[in-house]
């Protein structure tokens, strides 16, 4: 009775004996969401994208504090403003689930304004000063950019969906904003005053300094709105605009997994 027993412990004790945690973890799967076992399957999708920027500010901006060759001086048109323009390209990493986005990127943004003459308009009033401008020079100046974007997709078939968001970056700035002013020279025992521009014309290589009211660290601010277009199943591309320091139109694309 007692051998009956003991046999009848051991059987229950191995019927009740936990499945191996090398099976258990194998339950898990990391297949692409739709795909396999409806049970194993991971409920969201990702995304690795190459995006490109092409971007700028506005002249109806800018002429509310700085003169364009659109003013007459007293001596015919006032020198033309550069423009402020730059283009940016990055790698971007999305997280998707449902009609959430998360879209974390790093971006390189070389800035393509040329130099030339800035002349704040003066305010309160007071009597334009045509002369009273800098000469601004970029010298190797660029943005690195890493941030964090939220994108909500409102789709409207299986393959277009209107997308749009925003989100918070951190910048670094690189390069210089080099600047010649208007002064007074010595040549020949006489004194010329030169304006900035001539200033720069004759001492190209002699800036007065560089503009420190730039920091090297930025916060970027990020507002988009597009549209996106998926291509069976395993990629997209991505239509876009918005704010991203300045206003932007842009592009993404790349793989779906």
């Not at 423009?83 to 999305?94: F, M, N, P, S, T």
């Amino acid at each position: 009775m007692l051998i009956q027993t003991l046999l009848l412990m051991t059987a229950t004790a191995v019927a009740q004996e936990p499945a191996d945690p090398w099976e258990e973890a194998g339950a898990t799967s990391t297949s692409r969401a739709g795909e396999g076992d409806t049970g194993l399957r991971r409920n969201y999708l990702q995304q690795v994208n190459v995006r490109a920027r092409y971007l700028s500010l506005p002249d109806g901006i800018l002429d509310r504090w700085y003169f364009n060759d659109d003013t007459q001086t007293t001596t015919g048109p006032h020198p033309p403003r550069p423009k402020v323009r730059a283009q940016a390209v990055g790698l971007e990493y999305v997280l998707q689930r449902d009609e959430a986005n998360g879209i974390f990127y790093f971006e390189y943004m070389p800035v393509l304004m040329e130099d030339g003459y800035w002349d704040d308009r003066e305010q309160g009033g007071e009597t334009p000063e045509y002369d009273d401008g800098d000469y601004v020079k970029p010298q190797n100046f660029a943005i690195y950019t890493l941030g964090a974007n939220y994108g909500f997709a409102v789709p409207a078939n299986d393959w277009f969906s209107l997308i749009f968001g925003g989100g918070l970056g951190v910048s670094i700035r690189s390069g210089q904003l080099q600047y010649w002013g208007s002064t007074i020279a010595g040549i020949d025992d006489e004194e010329h005053t030169w304006t900035a521009m001539q200033h720069y014309e004759n001492e190209p290589n002699s800036p007065d300094g560089d503009y420190d009211e730039v920091p090297r660290v930025i916060p970027m601010v990020d507002v988009n709105l597009g549209v996106r277009f998926d291509i069976n199943e395993t990629a997209n591309i991505r239509i876009e605009g918005g704010f991203h320091g300045l206003f932007f139109l842009g592009l993404a694309s790349g793989i779906v997994f």
